[in-house]
């Protein structure tokens, strides 16, 4: 299996107390393989004070799925039109703000109307910039809720 095996432990006895100077594992190990395949570190083009490490490459990045690459390698774009703010958007160009009309109200038409399911956390920030905007203006009902309808 191993030709002189004699000689390679007579020579790792020898270098047992250099090898075991070295905290590293990894720097140990490198120099026990450099024994065993029966290279002198002197010859291998290294000084004898330098020790070859273990090298740390970058991790390569893999490849992102074909299905959100073209074929010409760019990444696709989400379409527009499909989120909570296009819907707000798109029930706004409807004239759904004629009547005066609630959170919840909004919620429930775009539901059942539109079946989409949006969170009123998703549209109460487009709201608030529409009101700002004059887009739409905002009044407390009796129930002490924001209606909005447009101006």
């Given at each position: 299996?191993?030709?002189?095996?004699?000689?390679?432990?007579a020579?790792?006895?020898?270098?047992?107390?250099?090898?075991?100077?070295?905290?590293?594992?990894?720097?140990?190990?490198?120099?026990?393989?450099?024994?065993?395949?029966?290279?002198?570190?002197?010859?291998?083009?290294?000084?004898?004070?330098?020790?070859a490490?273990?090298?740390?490459?970058?991790?390569?990045?893999k490849?992102?799925?074909?299905?959100?690459?073209?074929a010409?390698?760019?990444?696709?774009?989400a379409?527009?039109?499909?989120?909570?703010?296009?819907?707000?958007?798109?029930?706004?160009?409807?004239?759904?703000?004629?009547?005066?009309?609630?959170?919840?109200?909004?919620?429930?038409?775009?539901e059942?109307?539109?079946?989409?399911?949006?969170k009123?956390?998703?549209?109460?920030?487009?709201?608030?910039?529409?009101v700002?905007?004059?887009?739409?203006?905002?009044?407390?009902?009796?129930?002490?809720?924001?209606?909005?309808?447009?101006?």
């Open positions: 299996m191993l030709k002189d095996f004699e000689a390679i432990k020579q790792l006895a020898e270098l047992a107390d250099v090898i075991n100077k070295f905290k590293s594992e990894a720097v140990q190990l490198r120099i026990v393989e450099l024994v065993l395949q029966g290279k002198n570190v002197e010859s291998g083009g290294e000084s004898s004070n330098e020790v490490t273990p090298k740390k490459g970058k991790k390569k990045r490849p992102a799925s074909s299905s959100t690459n073209t010409d390698g760019k990444k696709k774009r379409s527009g039109g499909t989120g909570a703010i296009a819907t707000l958007v798109k029930v706004y160009g409807e004239g759904f703000f004629s009547k005066p009309r609630t959170i919840s109200d909004i919620l429930a038409h775009c059942t109307n539109l079946a989409r399911r949006i009123a956390n998703e549209i109460s920030g487009k709201l608030g910039r529409m700002r905007t004059g887009e739409l203006k905002r009044t407390k009902n009796t129930d002490n809720q924001y209606e909005y309808t447009r101006p």
